[in-house]
Nanobody, 117 residues
Framework: QVQLVESGGGLVQPGGSLRLSCSAS????????MGWYRQAPGKQRELVAA???????NYADSVKGRFTISSDNAKNTVYLQMNTLKPEDTAVYYC???????????WGQGTQVTVSA
């Protein structure tokens, strides 16, 4: 069983910054990619950013230039540095880890990010 523990969410004013962290533990092996998704009320869950085991990254257009994803493979941890936050970034952010063969998706419990004055 795999456990993902997220931290770093909270309330921040527009223009502010937050850093999310997600650590994976348990029976996890051959990580293919780690990433962050978000889901706002009434909307579908969407990809925010992802990073592969080789360091390739992918970002949603709406966060390019503002968010940076990074990982520490030795610690099975992924980070999301979020700068210049906007009210439309408000959502529950979920950590995702894709691992194994065939690929298995594991999800964190979600952490709330609220951007409001």
């Amino acid at each position: 069983q795999v456990q993902l523990v997220e931290s770093g969410g909270g309330l921040v004013q527009p223009g502010g910054s937050l850093r999310l962290s997600c650590s994976a533990s348990g029976r996890i092996f051959n990580i293919n990619a780690m990433g962050w998704y978000r889901q706002a009320p009434g909307k579908q869950r969407e990809l925010v950013a992802a990073i592969t085991s080789t360091g390739s990254t992918n970002y949603a257009d709406s966060v390019k230039g503002r968010f940076t994803i990074s990982s520490d493979n030795a610690k099975n941890t992924v980070y999301l540095q979020m700068n210049t936050l906007k009210p439309e970034d408000t959502a529950v952010y979920y950590c995702n880890v894709r691992y194994g063969f065939p690929l298995i998706d594991s999800w964190g419990q979600g952490t709330q990010v609220t951007v409001s004055a």
